[in-house]
C-alpha cells in the first residue's frame, strides 16, 4: 500500500479525534450504526443504480489500485525502446521480435508487434490511439463511479438527518429526548461528509493522478513506437523521450545501454 495514503487517513483521523478531545468530548459519540447503514448502503445503492453492472464490478479492482498506487514506470519504458531500437538498428526490424520476450508491457508489445508485422506508420498509429481511447474511457467511467459517491454520500447524509428530526419533533412531548435525538440526527450528515471527503474523493483523487501517469507512459511508448519505425537513431530517440522524464531521470543513450543487462522487477502496465 501507498504510504502517503495511510500518512493522510491517519493524520485525519488524529485531528478528528484530537478535536473531539481537547473539547473533553466522547469518541463513542460519534458511533451510530443506523447512521453508518444509511449513508453507507444509501450511497452506494444510488451510484450503483447511475452505472452498468460491468462498470460497478471494476469498481473494487479499481480500489485496490488506489490504495496500492502503483503506476508505470516510464525510465524504464525508455530503457526498454532504447533497447529495441539499438536492436532494430544493428539486426533489422524483424529481430526485435525475440526481444520482445522481455517485455511486459502488453501495450509497447502491440505497438512494436505492429512494426514487425510490416503496418505503416498511420496504421501502427491507430492501432495505439484505439487502445489508448478504451484504456481513457474505462479509466474515466471508474474515476467517475467514485466521485459520483463522493457527491451522493452527503446527499444521503442530509436525508437521513431529515429523516432523524422528523421522528425527533415527533417525540415533543419528552424534551429530555431532544438533545440526544438532534444528535443523532446529525451523525448522518456528519457521516456522509467524512465518506465523501475522507474516502471517495480522495480516492477518486488518487485514480485520476494514476491514470494521467499511465497515460502519459502510453504516449511515450506511442512516440518510441513510431519513431523506431521511421528509423530514428537510438541516440535521439533516447533524448526524444526522456523529455518525458524528470531532470534526475535523464541519463542518456549510453546510460540506458547499461541498465540493458541489469534486471528489474518494475511492472509496466498499459
Known amino acids: 500500500m501507498d504510504p502517503g495514503l495511510i500518512i493522510g487517513l491517519v493524520l485525519s483521523l488524529l485531528a478528528i479525534g484530537a478535536s473531539m478531545v481537547m473539547d473533553g468530548a466522547s469518541l463513542g459519540a460519534l458511533v451510530s450504526v443506523s447512521s453508518l447503514v444509511m449513508v453507507g448502503v444509501g450511497t452506494f445503492g444510488i451510484t450503483f443504480a447511475s452505472y452498468r453492472m460491468a462498470d460497478v464490478l471494476r469498481a473494487p479492482k479499481a480500489l485496490l489500485v488506489g490504495f496500492k498506487g502503483q503506476v508505470p514506470d516510464p525510465d524504464l519504458v525508455v530503457t526498454q525502446l532504447a533497447e529495441l531500437a539499438d536492436t532494430a538498428r544493428r539486426k533489422g526490424i524483424l529481430a526485435m521480435e525475440d526481444a520482445l520476450e522481455g517485455v511486459e508491457s502488453e501495450f509497447l508489445r502491440v505497438g512494436i508487434q505492429g512494426v514487425i508485422d510490416g503496418l505503416d506508420p498511420e496504421a501502427v498509429a491507430e492501432l495505439l490511439d484505439t487502445e489508448m481511447d478504451a484504456v481513457d474511457d474505462r479509466h474515466n467511467v471508474v474515476i467517475s463511479f467514485y466521485r459520483s459517491m463522493g457527491g451522493f454520500a452527503p446527499t444521503m447524509g442530509m436525508v437521513g438527518t431529515v429523516i432523524g428530526l422528523v421522528n425527533m419533533l415527533g417525540s415533543l412531548e419528552d424534551p429530555s429526548q431532544l438533545g440526544s435525538g438532534m444528535a443523532m440526527a446529525l451523525l448522518t450528515t456528519l457521516y456522509g461528509v467524512l465518506f465523501a471527503n475522507m474516502i471517495f474523493l480522495p480516492i477518486a483523487s488518487r485514480l485520476t493522478r494514476l491514470h494521467e501517469t499511465e497515460m502519459a ?52 502496465a498499459a
Do not use: C, F
Open 217 to 268: 507512459v502510453m504516449n511515450m511508448v506511442r512516440d518510441g513506437v513510431l519513431a523506431i519505425q521511421a528509423g530514428v537513431s537510438p541516440r535521439i530517440l533516447v533524448e526524444r523521450l526522456e523529455g518525458y522524464l524528470t531532470p534526475d531521470q535523464r541519463v542518456g543513450h549510453k546510460g540506458r545501454l547499461e541498465k540493458q543487462e541489469a534486471p528489474s522487477s518494475n511492472e509496466v
